[in-house]
């Protein structure tokens, strides 16, 4: 026999190179003395969670809750009230009164034995109410005084009456007053007189009134004069001469 050469298959470089579909290794086949690695007992056993508790909230507090609720009312009715005077204000266009002294009297202005001085004042006061659509109620419980320097000499109330649109009323007004240990006031008047020719003396108004818009009455507010008056002379049963005299007015919830 002749003998036929070996024929040895040749790899293609060229030829696809497909992945084996079926494992090198028989399923089984790594199972080591152990067991199944892939069946740990450890692994099969039932695991337990446990679940965490929710996040807490943050309370407030009733104290921060009632600020903030009190502040809340505040701010409206801090807008409420302000947005009611703005349509007051352009509605009606209010005006502000003016006051002057038009004339005072000394009616009694005695040093008595104890010290004490006794006095008593007319004075005449002239109000005047500029506004077209506003109405002015003087009520009860107003007070008027005159001081010189630092010392009450007098004291009284101006009537209740009501103001109407664009009027003015002369209000006379009695006072009458008692200072303790008033020699030195008495002296400090007479050199004062004697080196100025006139004494300073100061006229304050404090009157509740109740303003009246339209038909609308509001609430109480006061009215605070404050008059600085230079008279000639404090002499007792005369008409003292009011050489000036000038008002300032404020305005008090």
């Known amino acids: 026999m002749s003998n036929h050469p070996k024929i040895h298959p040749l790899h ?7 992945r084996p579909t079926a494992p090198l290794v028989p399923r089984g086949a790594s199972r080591s003395e152990h067991g199944d690695p892939t069946k740990d007992p450890l692994s099969q056993r039932p695991q337990h969670f ?10 407030r507090s009733c104290c921060c ?4 609720y009190t502040l809340c009312l505040l701010l409206l009715f801090v807008v409420a009230v302000g947005a009611t005077i703005g349509i007051l204000y352009l509605v009606f266009k209010p005006k502000l009164p003016d006051y002057s002294i038009d004339r005072l009297q000394l009616t009694r202005f005695t040093l008595n034995q104890d010290s004490n001085l006794s006095t008593a004042f007319n004075v005449t006061i002239t109000a005047k109410n500029p506004n ?20 009450k000499l007098s004291d009284g109330s101006l009537p209740k009456f009501y103001q109407g649109h664009e009027n003015t009323t002369v209000i006379y007004v009695e006072m009458t007053g008692q200072t303790k240990d008033a020699s030195g006031l008495m002296t400090t008047l007479q050199e004062q007189q004697q080196t100025t020719g006139n004494i300073p003396l100061r006229i304050r108004v404090n009157q509740p009134v109740r303003v009246k818009f339209g038909k609308l009455k509001l609430f109480e507010l006061r009215f605070l004069v404050r008059c600085g008056v ?6 007792a049963n005369n008409v003292i001469k009011i050489q000036s005299s000038s008002c300032k007015f404020g305005l008090r919830l």
């Open 12 to 18: 293609d470089p060229e030829a696809p190179q497909t």
């Open 50 to 59: 446990v679940p965490l508790p929710p996040p807490k909230k943050r309370r």
């Open 65 to 68: 809750r009632c600020v903030c």
């Open 132 to 151: 077209e659509k506003i109405g002015i109620y003087y009520e009860d419980g107003s007070k008027i005084t005159v001081w010189y320097m630092e010392a």
């Open 230 to 235: 230079f008279v000639d002379s404090l002499a």
